[in-house]
């Protein structure tokens, strides 16, 4: 049997918790920046971003900032990971070695 997951934590907690609507088809990077803005945050980009730019398609209307990054995070695969750390209030973008 797989292991259990621990529940993700409580968008609420951190500042993740408001509702907003994407229309976002594009390279990830821009759309991280403006989910920061939005929720003040600050981003934080690791690694060197590849020749060709990951893409990620976002539609939502209504839709909590933490799922939508959870779906941003889904979407780069292998190529990224975002992360949230909520006591610095940083979203960090990593990006793979290529």
Same mark, same amino acid.
């Given at each position: #049997?797989?292991?259990?997951?621990? #529940?993700?934590?409580?968008?609420?907690?951190?500042?993740?918790?408001?509702?907003?609507?994407?229309?976002?088809?594009?390279?990830?990077?821009?759309?991280?920046?403006?989910?920061?803005?939005?929720?003040?945050?600050?981003?934080?980009?690791?690694?060197?971003?590849?020749?060709?730019?990951?893409?990620?398609?976002?539609?939502?209307?209504?839709?909590?900032?933490?799922?939508?990054?959870?779906?941003?995070?889904?979407?780069?695969?292998?190529?990224?990971?975002?992360?949230?750390? #909520?006591?610095?209030?940083?979203?960090?973008?990593?990006?793979?070695?290529?």
């Amino acid at each position: #049997p797989l292991p259990q997951l621990d #529940p993700p934590p409580n968008p609420a907690s951190y500042g993740m918790a408001g509702l907003t609507s994407v229309d976002w088809s594009g390279p990830v990077e821009p759309l991280i920046i403006q989910i920061a803005k939005a929720t003040h945050y600050r981003v934080r980009v690791l690694g060197n971003p590849p020749a060709i730019p990951i893409l990620v398609s976002v539609y939502d209307k209504n839709r909590m900032i933490a799922d939508i990054l959870r779906d941003i995070g889904y979407q780069c695969g292998r190529r990224a990971t975002v992360v949230v750390f #909520p006591e610095s209030r940083v979203i960090e973008l990593r990006y793979a070695k290529n």
